[in-house]
């Protein structure tokens, strides 16, 4: 099993940038698939951006495309999210999730066994 542990929220003001981070431990993650999710309040979790084991292919949500970049350091078993010119309505909790069937391309929380605890991201007008 992979544990994850995301970092790097926080309140940032409209047009400012995060870095996410999401570190995992228990199993190198090198062939597994990578996503990131969010939950705002009174919603439910939907499908960010996601990496493939060899971070040679991404894929992203139509409403980050061109704001957001996920990557990955297979070396350090972690992944990051880079998330540029905010908006009020990408508030919401992170979450970092893992499928070591290295399915990329779906969009599904059900495809990943594996989830960090979220990490607040608070962006203001």
């Known amino acids: 099993q992979v544990q994850l542990v995301e970092s790097g929220g926080g309140l940032v003001q409209a047009g400012g940038s995060l870095r996410l981070s999401c570190a995992a431990s228990g199993r190198t993650i090198s062939s597994y698939a990578m996503a990131w999710f969010r939950q705002a309040p009174g919603k439910e979790r939907e499908f960010v951006a996601a990496?493939?084991?060899?971070?040679?292919?991404?894929s992203y949500a139509d409403s980050v495309k061109g704001r957001f970049t996920i990557s990955r350091d297979n070396a350090k078993n972690t992944v990051y999210l880079r998330m540029n010119n905010l908006k009020p309505e990408d508030t919401a909790v992170y979450y970092c999730?893992?499928?070591?069937?290295?399915?990329?391309?779906?969009?599904?929380?059900?495809?990943?066994?594996?989830w960090g605890q979220g990490t607040q991201v608070t962006v203001s007008s």
């Open positions: 999730a893992a499928d070591r069937f290295d399915r990329y391309r779906q969009t599904s929380t059900g495809y990943y066994g594996s």
């Open positions: 990496i493939s084991g060899s971070g040679s292919y991404t």
